[in-house]
């Protein structure tokens, strides 16, 4: 895939560039899961594979260009980011575990955050050859077949109404009872930022994790992205993310909705949790 023109004017002056290099990721994360390779555990007992590896080669190798320091889930946090007021938090396989499993369902995402709040995301899905794109104050697009289009969340204002979305690993009993008491019935499992994604591009209206094991390049560019989509992404009490702080951790779960139903999911969580 070759993206030759951007659907609006950047701020940012290497754009393009970092479009190119995350669709160079993506070739090289397909390439390797076209073979017989092999994954290894990190610390955290989280996998890792050689594609994760080459992934952040080549995304480094064009963030470097722009003079901003990079946080990435593949490399040592030196916290010299946290004097700075822009840092790309980057994640260069999103959804290892689905990549492991072949699902496809695995994401490149780069996130550009401002004062700790995101002010640029790229998402690309290599497995389906889709590029999603937002910037502060722009909106957000998807390039598919070739061309640029605007998406935007659903107008759905009922839970009960709402197609939700869970992950295909990590669904816990609290999930499973948050969703009860929304009363929602329609929910579909979905790997990696993907969840995010359908939600800002209308196909989808909620997702809630509970889980302290997100870290902010799992949520910073896709936060963007349901943001000038429309909708609406904070922790499980309603609290806004913030990037760049000492701890890359967001400890109180996530919710992200299309914004119409978010202050209803966060009243059902709060009655739970009472």
Known sequence: MTITELPFTSKIPDLQDIISGMILAGE?????YNTDFSTEKKEDDSPITQADIESNKILKQVLKKTGISILSEEDSDDK???????????????GTTDFVNRTGEFTVMVGLVEKQLPILGLVYWPEKNIMYLAE???????????????????????????????????????????LDEMEISVVTSLG??????????????????????????????????????????????GNELVYNTESVHHENGILVTNGFVHQNALDAISRLDS
């Open 28 to 32: 090289k994360i397909i390439e390797i």
């Open 192 to 237: 990696s930022s993907l969840k995010v994604l359908e939600i800002a591009s209308g196909d989808a209206e909620i997702y809630v994790t509970s889980t302290d094991k997100m870290k902010q390049w799992d949520t910073c560019a896709s936060n963007c992205i349901i943001s000038e989509a429309g909708g609406k992404i904070t922790d499980i009490s």
């Open 136 to 178: 502060n104050g722009k909106g957000a697009f998807c390039f598919v077949d070739d061309e640029w289009q605007k998406i935007e969340v659903s107008a759905v204002s009922e839970l009960p109404n709402c197609q939700a979305l869970v992950s295909r690993h990590h669904l816990s009993e609290k999930e499973k009872k948050l």
């Open 80 to 94: 010299k980011r946290l004097n700075e007021e822009k840092v790309w938090i980057v994640d260069p396989l999103d």
